[in-house]
């Protein structure tokens, strides 16, 4: 297995409701802060679990658009 070079990722979980990501990513995009990738998955007993990955010039704008 060839591995690419070393990515940062965020990590969002918390209570499943319909449009929870639609919400994270709307905070990004008025942010203008592109995602490259995103894999989301309902985690069960009502909780979700997502991880997305942004270009490394974005990082810090996207921890700054979600608060963290």
Known sequence: MK???KKT???????D????IAGIMGKLAA???????LDAI???EG???????V???E??????ALGI
């Open 47 to 53: 909780r979700y679990g997502a991880i997305f990955w």
């Open 42 to 44: 309902a985690a069960g």
């Open 59 to 64: 990082i810090r704008k996207a921890a700054k």
């Open 9 to 15: 990722g965020f990590l969002a979980q918390g209570a």
């Open 31 to 37: 942010a203008g802060v592109n995602v490259t990738a």
């Open 17 to 20: 409701q319909p449009g929870v």
């Open 3 to 5: 591995l690419s070079s």
């Open 55 to 57: 270009k490394p010039p």
